[in-house]
């Protein structure tokens, strides 16, 4: 079972304040397929992808970064049951989407690295460590339901 | 129509944030990108020190276990003199591989003996330091940090840290 400290949850709620929802989805989602370019295997239905700008302009990417950034803040309600309120998505991801479950962790890093860039010094190294740490917990009960 | 990657299963994609131990396969810097890394650091290059330090305060916070490698400093604590002279000393290590962009290996032989038979660092953390690098990146670059920035600067960490690994067995 996953302990949260006082000061971890107060980090990771404080980070969802200040998210925007459509700016992260996008970035987030849209870095991933740029920076680890085979990740567009599971986006064969998105359109144009072959390139940083196409991406980044991509609706169906913008509106799937906000699905991706939604199913977050799901496990930030549920952050002391966040391997059992995820076991659907996870049966999801594994059975109809066959999502190879390390990629999960491709688009934790983007997440990560946009969230820093909107928050800027906002965005210490405790926040850091709350965030990935969640993100981690996110991770992990994603792959859970694979066999 | 769909994206021509769709069928490609890339072994690349295997070696993730998860599964640290494996170190990644070099993915070659087109011409394109070392002209990316040689513009973006020339802008980086005032805060060297200022990154240096940000990026390590942040890998021995976010990974206590790093904090091993360090167990003959006295401070280990952000701002302290270990944490800053080591932040400086690693970026100026960056820079040379910057200027090495063309034979990373050749060009950082002497960084990896220290690395493998003096420090023998577990080449895991390389991943990990260059991660904790890419977010202060863009932090503190936010509009310079572009997504094709960020993937040239992935690539040439990721080869760094591959370059850094020649000498270990």
Known sequence: MVV????????????FKKLDYDFVGL?????????????RRYFATFGNLF??????????VAAHGKVVLTGLE??????????????????????????????FGLLADCITIVVAAQMGSAFTADVQAAWQKFLAVVVSALGRQYH | MGSVFTLLRHPQSAFTFFSPLIPRATMSLSAKEKDLIRSFFSKVSGKMDVVGHEALSRMLMV???????????????PGSEPVRKHG????????????NIDDLPAGLVNLSELHAYTLRVD????????????????MMFPGDFTPEVHV??????????????????
Request: hydrophobic share 40%.
């Open chain 1, 27 to 39: 970035n987030a989602l849209g870095r991933c397929l740029i920076v680890y370019p085979w990740t």
């Open chain 1, 51 to 60: 390139n940083a700008d196409s991406i980044m302009g991509n609706a169906k």
């Open chain 2, 63 to 77: 990974y206590p276990q790093t904090k091993t490698y360090f167990s003959h400093w006295k401070d280990l604590t």
């Open chain 2, 88 to 99: 400086k000393t690693i970026m100026e290590g960056v820079k040379e591989g910057v200027n």
């Open chain 1, 4 to 15: 949260w400290t006082d000061a971890e949850r107060a980090a990771i709620t404080g980070v």
């Open chain 2, 152 to 169: 040239a600067m992935d690539k040439f960490l990721t080869n760094v840290a591959l370059a850094l690994s020649e000498k270990y067995r």
């Open chain 1, 74 to 103: 799901t496990a930030m309600k549920n952050m002391d049951n966040i391997k059992n309120s995820f076991a659907p998505l996870s049966a999801l991801h594994s059975e109809k989407l066959h999502v190879d479950p390390d990629n």
């Open chain 2, 123 to 138: 080449p895991s953390n390389f991943k990990i330091l260059s991660h904790c690098i890419l977010v202060v990146l863009s």
